[in-house]
């Protein structure tokens, strides 16, 4: 599955219909009144937010999205057809800029709706031109144009916690350890290419947690997969900073851990005043004296790290009621 995140679109809402211009025609009556009615309004394009989406792959093929016309006014007074309303399906996330990169929409929940581009008017019809002075005028409106407008849609995945950390740090297996999501896992860098979503059930409460691409030294430069996809966890209340253990040297997860926080500092988003729990992962592959020194360097620079693993689940039972209550 192609993962699309950020589309830009022409949209176009239906024309109004232009009025009708006709004269009434009945036996025994030699000269009937205007009767043209107005024409149908245009088709407004409507965004909608839908709980089943998780990205923007739909509307990446699609490129111009347009509503339907508006009819023209008929005789007898008759209005125009309505065009039929465009209903854009979105996922919940889905932000709107304009072309300005103004901010216009914001569609967090199901079923929250945008109105991106109003249908025009109907004319109106010769019928409503009629007056003392002219009994039989011939001019009907033009409908009026449809809004026509180009926005960027761009997805921001809703989730409470966002795991970051280095390529191969372990973040889809705790996903997968945590929750009900089958994220690919394997021992190599960036294996997962686009965000996963999982949901952490306990007995009274549901947290969505979110895995993203592995960072590295760079990111900010756009090397490996970037920090794109830290708009991802932009919206998250709390990170879960996962550092793989190192059975070789007990300050290299200290420095693993200082390059990811140098770019995400470095990220244009403000993610690092958000809270953390900085978690050192794959303990099963160290013996206890290993992972008493790698402690002992994150203590010595002030910074508490919580041990586990999501093979033998050690230390998970201490990790999730911190991820609930942080
Ligand atoms: N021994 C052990 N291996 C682990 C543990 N957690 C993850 N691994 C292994 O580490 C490798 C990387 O795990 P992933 O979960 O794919 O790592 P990731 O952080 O999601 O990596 P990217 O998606 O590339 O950023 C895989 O081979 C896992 O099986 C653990 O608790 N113990
Ligand atoms: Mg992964």
Not at 24 to 49: H, N, Q, S
């Amino acid at each position: 599955m192609k993962f699309v995140d950020k589309v830009t679109l022409k949209i176009k809402a239906g024309n109004g219909g232009p009025g009708g211009s006709s004269f009434r025609r009945e036996k025994y009556v030699p000269l009937g009144g205007p009767d043209g009615g107005d024409g149908g309004k245009g088709g407004d394009v409507i965004f909608m937010a839908k709980p089943n989406l998780q990205t923007l792959m739909d509307l990446d093929m699609r490129r111009h999205i347009k509503a339907e016309n508006g009819t023209k006014g008929g005789k007898k007074d008759q209005y125009g057809a309505k065009g039929q309303d465009f209903i854009v399906d979105v996922p919940c996330g889905t932000m709107i800029f304009n072309t300005d990169g103004d901010l216009i929409a914001d569609l967090q929940n199901n079923g929250d709706r945008f109105l991106a581009a109003k249908g025009g008017k109907g004319g109106l019809g010769n019928a409503r031109f009629s007056t003392s002075v002219n009994r039989s005028p011939r001019y009907a409106q033009p409908g009026m144009p449809g809004d026509e407008v180009v926005l960027t849609m761009e997805l921001r995945l809703i989730a409470e916690v966002g795991l970051v950390g280095l390529p191969n740090a372990g973040k889809s297996t705790l996903l997968k350890a945590l929750t009900r999501a089958n994220p690919k896992i394997a021992d190599y860098p960036f294996t997962t290419l686009y965000p996963n979503l999982g949901v952490l059930k306990t007995e009274d409460r549901e947290v969505v947690l979110a895995d993203i691409p592995g960072l590295i030294e760079g990111a900010s430069e756009g090397l490996g997969l970037g920090l794109e996809f830290l708009r991802h966890i932009d919206r998250t209340r709390l990170l879960v900073h996962l550092v793989a253990a190192s059975f070789e040297d007990p300050k290299q997860s200290w420095k693993d851990y200082q390059t990811v926080c140098s770019e995400l500092k470095k990220s244009d988003l403000d993610i690092q005043s958000k809270p953390v729990i900085v978690v050192l992962t794959k303990i099963d592959i160290i013996i206890e004296e290993q992972k008493e020194a790698i402690q002992a360097e994150f203590v010595a620079h002030g910074v508490v790290i919580l041990p586990i693993s999501s093979f033998t689940r050690e230390g998970l039972s201490e990790l999730i009621p911190d991820i609930l209550a942080k």
